[in-house]
């Protein structure tokens, strides 16, 4: 009923950038699906990156001013542009959606997600020094 497809992922040095992309197709490809970006490092919890729902955008305190998530409705693609990229932001990066999520943004952030029902593959984000 919705298919997340993530790319844009790779290695790049401290202070770089990067712009990862989501692709939804589907039933539930609209405009009023919530969707967002998450990340998992090796060992750590998942947690939330950037989420828009209800037109509202939420981020995480550790990438504002580093990182902007964007959608395109006409596309069903969320983008997700990383800059100033730190050695801390390795990790792989999910895509989720939900077309029923009603929880607010900073809910959706601070739980990594745990409400979202449909998820991409991941890509993975590595930065060097």
């Known amino acids: 009923q919705l298919q997340l497809e993530e790319s844009g992922g790779g290695s790049v040095e401290a202070g770089g950038s990067l712009r990862l992309s989501c692709r939804a197709s589907?039933?539930?490809?609209?405009?009023?699906?919530?969707m967002g970006w998450f990340r998992q490092a090796p060992g750590k919890r998942r947690e939330g990156v950037a989420v828009?729902?209800?037109?509202?955008?939420t981020y995480a305190d550790s990438v504002k001013g580093r990182f902007t998530v964007s959608r395109d409705n006409a596309e069903n693609t969320l983008y997700l542009q990383m800059d100033s990229l730190k050695l801390e932001d390795t990790a792989m990066y999910y895509c989720a959606a939900d077309p029923y999520y009603s929880s607010g943004g900073a809910f959706a952030v601070s739980s990594g997600g745990s409400d979202f029902g449909y998820w991409g593959q991941g890509t993975q984000v590595t930065v060097s020094s």
């Open positions: 589907g039933k539930y490809a609209n405009p009023s699906t919530s």
């Open positions: 828009i729902t209800d037109d509202t955008t």
